[in-house]
């Protein structure tokens, strides 16, 4: 069974950051392709892999290509992911989100 995805307000902030980020840094064909890590990610956890768990329930999934992480809970009784942050990992790790 497929598990439904949901992202939290600040998730879509840090998409939206990274594509802004690769938009004036790189090009607009990197944004798109930062995206598109973004959705495949996704499509990962849709049928749930149980990734490297940093705190207690929370698990990350590193982005194929780009420095960025996804930070997520399982829920089994809903049969839901929950993305938390898509945290980029050159950030300084006092940013790291610990709850």
Do not use: C, W
């Not at 790189?26 to 392709?33: D, Q, T, Y």
């Not at 749930?48 to 207690?56: A, L, M, P, T």
């Not at 960025?68 to 300084?92: E, G, P, W």
């Amino acid at each position: 069974m497929a598990f439904s995805i949901n992202y939290t307000q600040q998730a879509r902030r840090d998409i939206f950051k990274g594509i802004d980020f690769y938009e004036r840094e790189a090009s607009k064909k990197i944004a798109e392709l930062f995206y598109q890590s973004v959705l495949n990610a996704e499509k990962t956890l849709k049928n749930v892999d149980y990734f490297e768990k940093i705190y207690k329930d929370f698990h990350r999934l590193p982005l194929k290509n780009f420095p960025y992480i996804l930070i997520y809970k399982i829920d089994n009784k809903t049969n839901s992911v929950k993305i938390y942050r898509v945290f980029q990992t050159s950030q300084d790790f006092s940013k790291y989100p610990e709850k």
